[in-house]
């Protein structure tokens, strides 16, 4: 199976990909079209945060990051819903649930819907963040497993 290397290109490829498609209607500036490659790298490294991996390391360093906001903020529902969400990566079997097509779609877009709800007026930005992200992930599957065994439901 491939590296984390090999992830991160195929993520790279799938934003060149997407990012032709959104230039005529977005415009973006530079910076808005780096923070789109990183999230593109991200879910190209987010399918294996349920083994000891590169994209694992970073996630818990991001949530690790966002749980002593929320503490120093003292937003306690949203950190203690994060601290459960946190542990269903190690408690998941690999090629489990965040090998599966269905969930990296429905993951990004159910958390987009839920920031959409409480930060309106980034909406359309956070949904082309997770555009980007959910780019990145299927790169990944279909790096893992090829395009029949990764539509499987």
């Excluded at 195929?10 to 934003?15: K, L, N, P, Q, T």
């Amino acid at each position: 199976m491939p590296g984390y290397q090999t992830h991160l290109a195929g993520g790279a490829i799938v934003f060149a990909a997407v990012l032709v498609c959104v230039v005529p209607y977005a415009q973006p500036t530079v910076l808005i079209a780096g923070e789109w490659l990183l999230f593109s790298l991200a879910g190209s490294l987010f399918p294996d945060i349920d083994i000891k991996s590169k994209g694992q390391k970073y996630f818990y360093w991001m949530i690790l990051i966002l749980l002593l906001m929320l503490t120093y903020t003292q937003r306690f529902i949203p950190l203690a819903c994060l601290s459960i969400a946190a542990t269903i990566p190690l408690i998941s079997k690999h090629r489990g649930l965040f090998h599966r097509a269905w969930f990296v779609i429905a993951a990004p877009l159910g958390l987009w819907y839920i920031l959409s709800m409480q930060y309106p007026p980034i909406q359309q930005a956070l949904l082309l963040d997770m555009t980007f992200f959910i780019a990145g992930a299927l790169s990944h599957l279909w790096l893992d497993m090829g395009l029949k065994k990764m539509i499987r439901i």
